[in-house]
Structures are given as C-alpha cells and as structure tokens.
C-alpha cells in the first residue's frame, strides 16, 4: 500500500512539473508552425512571407516551422482573417481596407497624403512611433500588427482615358471593400462599387464597370492591358499591405518570440527593396504592351487631395484620427 501510494505521488508530482513548464516548456520543443496566408500570389506579400520564413527556421533552429498559403489557399481573404482572430492562422497578409471591417481604426492607413513614394513610404511604415501605434490598434481583437509594407501607387485602368478629375464624373469605379475609399470616389463624383479582386476582369470585360481602383502592380500582374490601356496614378496615393498575427500564439513562443518579432523587421527591410523594384518592373511591364500611364496636371492633382483628405477625416473616428495624427507626423519627418 506504502509503495502504490509512493508511485501516486511521484506520478502526480512528475505531472505538477511538466504543467508547471507551461508555454516556456513549449518554446524549446520542435513543434511549433506557423501557417502563412495571403491571397496574392508572386507578390509583395509572398515575397515578405518567404524572408520571414527562412529567417524564422534559421533563427529557431527547426523549432518553428513556417508553411506559406499564397494564392487564396486558405481562403478568401475575410476568412483567413477570421482565422489569425480564433488562432486557425497564425498570420495573415492583406491590404489594410479589408481589416477595416474587424477594427475601423486600419482606415487610417488608407488616408492619401501620408505616402508620397516607396521608399518614403517604407520610412513612414518603419517609424517606431508608427509601429507602436500599430501594433495597439487590434490588441483587443487578439491580433497585432507584425509588418506594414507600401505595396504600390493606386491607379485606375479605364476604357476611356482618366487625364482630368472631371472625367471621373459618372464613372462606375470597382472598388475594394474599405468604407472610406468608396466615400472618397463619391466626393469626386464616381459611382465606386465594392467588388473582391476575383470578380473584376469579366466585370470590366462586360462592360458592368467603367474603371478599376487597384494598385498599379496588380495591372500589370493580371494583364489587364489586353483590356485597356489606359492607367492613371492617383497623386499620393498608395496600398499598404499589412501582416497580421494571434497574438496568444506569439505569447506561447515563449524565448522564441522576440526572434519571430526581429525576423519580421528584417524581413521588412529586404521586402521593401523588392517592392520598390516590382512597382519599376510593373510599369515597364505595362507601357511595353501599349499601357499609358496617365498623371493628373497639378491642378488636378492639388484638387484630388483637397477632396479626399478631408472626406477621409469626416469617416475617421477618434481613435483612428489619432491614428493618422501619428502617421502624418512620420509622413512630415521623412518628406
């Protein structure tokens, strides 16, 4: 009896340790992986999502594993958002609208005039004053921000040609799902209509849209040069991409996490060197096969931002005008 209840107690205590090790017993084991989704597909999204990945196996010596979902795998991009939410996903890479619906405050990094080029916008994204705020804005959601990249100047591609603001009038403009940009093109007289990226090339094939409001990469991507070719930049005007994660899931890294958190910011650095080259490529790509690139006249351009930057903070809440506060100060220090 003595004995039995010696082996209880060892077996009981035996238990009490290795629950006691918790999340911190974890971080050294070779079990850990991470699923990486995004709905692009040779992008900037799956570019940055290869970095991080060879940075996060070297640097974990094989405890994490990173397995990359490009190409809408996983899913649409709302249900892979859900996912990092209830911890299915580890990370998710979209634009920053279509995380508008899970937190309104990502509308800041919609706002034109903060970003003036790539590389300004790569500083802009970098600031550490900027990530901070970035990394709050979805802390009660049970995600953060892990990376903020530039992706590329807005364009819209139109069957007749887009060379004053005055043309935009009566347009039907797809646009993605972010509140604020479908105010915005309403404010300059187009009729925007929501519509996910999958939908748009027989849309505008048909007939049943005039123009679509993407960023410039995706034109040349898709080859939608062989529908028009006409492209016009809007004036500071960019797609931030951004990479979301559990955050419960970065906790139970335990020591590991601060590596995954330096992984990321070099995986940044690498990726928006990328980023600027693709944008380069991407218009070279798109005047070779007959595309014009249109630029509004400085009139017009002037015009453009009197509208749409005080139409964006009339949508803006406080939090997220907070947001923007902090974003244009970095847009000033790197001007």
Same mark, same amino acid.
């Given at each position: 009896?003595?004995?039995?209840? $010696? ?11 290795? &629950? #006691?090790?918790?999340?911190? #017993? ?69 634009? =920053? ?57 807005? &364009?819209?591609?139109? $069957? ?37 990226? &999958? ?15 993407? &960023? ?11 529908? =028009? ?22 906790? =139970? ?83």
């Amino acid at each position: 009896m003595e004995i039995s209840r $010696r082996l209880l107690l060892q077996t009981l205590s035996g238990a009490a340790c290795v &629950g #006691g090790l918790g999340f911190a #017993g974890r971080a050294w084991a070779e079990e850990f992986t991470m699923k990486l989704t995004s709905t692009a597909s040779a992008d900037l999204d799956t570019e940055w999502m290869e970095l991080f990945k060879k940075g996060v196996e070297a640097g974990s010596a094989g405890k994490i594993k990173v397995n990359l979902y490009p190409a809408s795998q996983l899913g649409s991009s709302q249900t892979t958002i859900e996912g990092v939410t209830m911890g299915t996903v580890e990370l998710a890479i979209n634009a =920053s609208g279509l995380y508008e619906g899970l937190e309104p405050r990502f509308a800041a990094l919609s706002v034109p005039g903060v970003i003036t080029s790539m590389g300004q916008g790569a500083k802009v994204l970098a600031d550490p004053d900027v990530r901070k705020r970035l990394g709050l804005i979805a802390k009660e959601k049970g995600v953060e921000v892990v990376t903020a990249l530039a992706h590329s100047p807005v &364009g819209i591609v139109s $069957r007749k040609p887009i060379a004053s603001l005055a043309d935009l009038k009566g347009m039907k403009i797809r646009v993605p799902g972010s509140a604020l940009v479908i105010a915005q093109l309403k404010d300059l007289g187009a009729s925007p209509i929501a519509m996910s990226l &999958g939908e748009v090339l027989p849309a505008f094939q048909n007939g049943t849209i005039d123009g679509v409001y993407a &960023g410039s990469t995706i034109f040349s991507a898709l080859k939608y040069y062989d529908i =028009s070719k006409n492209m016009t930049l809007l004036p500071s005007t960019f797609i931030v991409i951004v990479g979301l994660v559990n955050t419960d899931f970065m906790t =139970s890294l335990g020591p590991l996490e601060a590596m995954v958190r330096a992984e990321a910011a070099k995986a940044d650095v690498e990726s928006a060197v990328w980023g600027e080259s693709d944008v380069a490529n991407g218009r070279a790509a798109w005047e070779k096969n007959g595309g014009q690139v249109l630029m509004l006249p400085a009139a017009d351009a002037k015009q453009y931002l009197d509208i749409v930057v005080p139409t964006a903070l009339r949508n803006l809440g406080a939090a997220a005008k907070a947001d923007y506060d902090v974003l244009k100060t970095a847009s000033a220090k790197y001007a």
